[in-house]
């Protein structure tokens, strides 16, 4: 082992000796990334068993070529018995195989068996040759496999790194690190690229962050926290997700599944909105109907809103059923897009409303879902449920958006925002 000089840096002997299965590592660009993915391939090959290989994906085969090629020659030479650059093969010493592949051509990754798998820069990579191929290939030998990259929003590489976060699943374990993580990188040279990057780049690149790529729609120190008001109605509005097949569905992780969502909000004489919590989930169809009922049994609103459609349409009969049985009543409203794209309507109910300070939140309940979602819209693998539903109090109760003087006219330009 010391003839092939592998010598790793802290955090790349962290995670190389942990003996979890599958291993998942966001990091920042020059933090080691690949160095560690070329001493994990060549070791690991070195104990691969007769019959079997290893295999290297990065998203496209020039991708592949350019990241790790030139690192497995040199780290490798000594136990290298041959290479072949065209067909991108590496012959170790040993007989085994160093397959280096890009994930743009999956067919080409069938029908081997592996007993070790790294996948480079997994957020560019399409999860299908992971599901479809790759992971069949470890089955019969039980191969392990590391994930690493770069995050780039919220993707099934956010998907994964929550799965080895979580703890949930013992073959699963993930690890965060940033390009400080990198001794041998000048700590002032990090600096000097966050004065001349964008925010954004910066925490994306160099910090390995999943939460960049809200559009500062929503800004955080917008948000407001209380206790409730003495006076005020309550209006309750339903976002509701599919029904279909939930039970099922819900314990699948790495699937994004739309949930519904329950706003139940106090709205004051003056207009403000008292957020006292959003119930959310993924029911079924009898589930969704009971959460409602039992909201409006406590909170007894002036009105709940469901959004028009047929999702309100299945949810309907069982909800009437059961206020009919427990002799709870509410005027039930259409809630309606009124022909603006989501996005548009959220940003048209919400965004002044915090800004100006006219929404507060309950400072008893978690807020830790709805904020991720708040503060991340909009963006392409983020749920807003929650912000949708709540957006639909403003059909609901219609009030000022200002509080003006007595003796000052004023009127709203829009009455459905109150702006």
């Given at each position: 082992?010391?003839?092939?000089?592998?010598?790793?840096?802290?955090?790349?002997?962290?995670?190389?000796?942990?003996?979890?299965?599958?291993?998942?590592?966001?990091?920042?660009?020059?933090?080691?990334?690949?160095?560690?993915?070329?001493?994990?391939?060549?070791?690991?090959?070195?104990?691969?068993?007769?019959?079997?290989?290893?295999?290297?994906?990065?998203?496209?085969?020039?991708?592949?070529?350019?990241?790790?090629?030139?690192?497995?020659?040199?780290?490798?030479?000594?136990?290298?018995?041959?290479?072949?650059?065209?067909?991108?093969?590496?012959?170790?010493?040993?007989?085994?195989?160093?397959?280096?592949?890009?994930?743009?051509?999956?067919?080409?990754?069938?029908?081997?068996?592996?007993?070790?798998?790294?996948?480079?820069?997994?957020?560019?990579?399409?999860?299908?040759?992971?599901?479809?191929?790759?992971?069949?290939?470890?089955?019969?030998?039980?191969?392990?496999?590391?994930?690493?990259?770069?995050?780039?929003?919220?993707?099934?590489?956010?998907?994964?790194?929550?799965?080895?976060?979580?703890?949930?699943?013992p073959s699963w374990k993930s690890w965060h690190f940033t390009t400080k993580d990198n001794p041998l990188i000048d700590p002032e040279e990090i600096d000097a690229a966050k004065k001349t990057m964008s925010s954004f780049a910066f925490k994306q690149e160099y910090m390995a962050s999943f939460d960049n790529a809200g559009s500062d729609i929503f800004k955080e120190?917008?948000?407001?926290?209380?206790?409730?008001?003495?006076?005020?109605?309550?209006?309750?509005?339903?976002?509701?997700?599919?029904?279909?097949?939930?039970?099922?569905?819900?314990?699948?992780?790495?699937?994004?599944?739309?949930?519904?969502?329950?706003?139940?909000?106090?709205?004051?004489?003056?207009?403000?909105?008292?957020?006292?919590?959003?119930?959310?989930?993924?029911?079924?169809?009898?589930?969704?109907?009971?959460?409602?009922?039992?909201?409006?049994?406590?909170?007894?609103?002036?009105?709940?809103?469901?959004?028009?459609?047929?999702?309100?349409?299945?949810?309907?009969?069982?909800?009437?059923?059961?206020?009919?049985?427990?002799?709870?009543?509410?005027?039930?409203?259409?809630?309606?897009?009124?022909?603006?794209?989501?996005?548009?309507?959220?940003?048209?109910?919400?965004?002044?409303?915090?800004?100006?300070?006219?929404?507060?939140?309950?400072?008893?309940?978690?807020?830790?879902?709805?904020?991720?979602?708040?503060?991340?819209?909009?963006?392409?693998?983020?749920?807003?449920?929650?912000?949708?539903?709540?957006?639909?109090?403003?059909?609901?109760?219609?009030?000022?958006?200002?509080?003006?003087?007595?003796?000052?006219?004023?009127?709203?330009?829009?009455?459905?925002?109150?702006?």
């Amino acid at each position: 082992m010391a003839d092939l000089n592998f010598q790793l840096l802290p955090w790349q002997q962290q995670v190389y000796k942990d003996p979890t299965r599958f291993k998942v590592i966001a990091a920042g660009r020059r933090c080691g990334k690949s160095r560690l993915a070329a001493t994990s391939l060549l070791i690991e090959g070195l104990r691969c068993p007769p019959g079997s290989a290893v295999l290297y994906v990065a998203p496209t085969q020039g991708q592949a070529r350019q990241i790790i090629w030139a690192v497995l020659m040199e780290l490798g030479r000594e136990v290298i018995a041959s290479s072949h650059v065209n067909n991108m093969d590496i012959t170790l010493v040993n007989g085994a195989i160093i397959y280096v592949r890009g994930a743009d051509r999956p067919d080409t990754l069938r029908g081997v068996s592996l007993t070790y798998a790294v996948l480079d820069e997994v957020a560019d990579i399409k999860p299908e040759a992971w599901e479809q191929v790759i992971r069949a290939a470890l089955s019969d030998k039980k191969g392990r496999a590391l994930f690493i990259g770069t995050p780039k929003g919220r993707n099934w590489f956010y998907d994964l790194f929550k799965l080895g976060d979580s703890g949930d699943d013992p073959s699963w374990k993930s690890w965060h690190f940033t390009t400080k993580d990198n001794p041998l990188i000048d700590p002032e040279e990090i600096d000097a690229a966050k004065k001349t990057m964008s925010s954004f780049a910066f925490k994306q690149e160099y910090m390995a962050s999943f939460d960049n790529a809200g559009s500062d729609i929503f800004k955080e120190d917008w948000l407001k926290y209380g206790e409730e008001p003495e006076y005020g109605s309550y209006y309750i509005a339903c976002d509701l997700a599919g029904f279909e097949e939930v039970a099922k569905q819900a314990a699948n992780s790495k699937k994004r599944l739309d949930q519904t969502a329950i706003a139940i909000v106090k709205v004051t004489e003056d207009g403000k909105w008292f957020v006292k919590k959003i119930d959310y989930g993924r029911w079924d169809i009898r589930e969704t109907a009971s959460r409602i009922l039992l909201n409006m049994r406590e909170y007894r609103p002036l009105a709940v809103g469901i959004e028009k459609g047929a999702l309100k349409n299945a949810v309907l009969p069982y909800l009437s059923d059961l206020m009919r049985k427990n002799n709870v009543y509410s005027h039930i409203v259409d809630l309606t897009h009124g022909n603006r794209k989501k996005a548009d309507r959220i940003i048209w109910s919400l965004q002044g409303r915090f800004e100006h300070g006219r929404i507060i939140l309950n400072r008893e309940e978690d807020w830790d879902e709805f904020l991720d979602q708040l503060l991340m819209f909009p963006s392409k693998g983020v749920h807003d449920d929650l912000p949708d539903a709540l957006s639909y109090i403003d059909q609901l109760a219609v009030t000022s958006y200002f509080e003006g003087d007595e003796d000052e006219d004023w009127e709203p330009l829009d009455v459905i925002s109150g702006i």
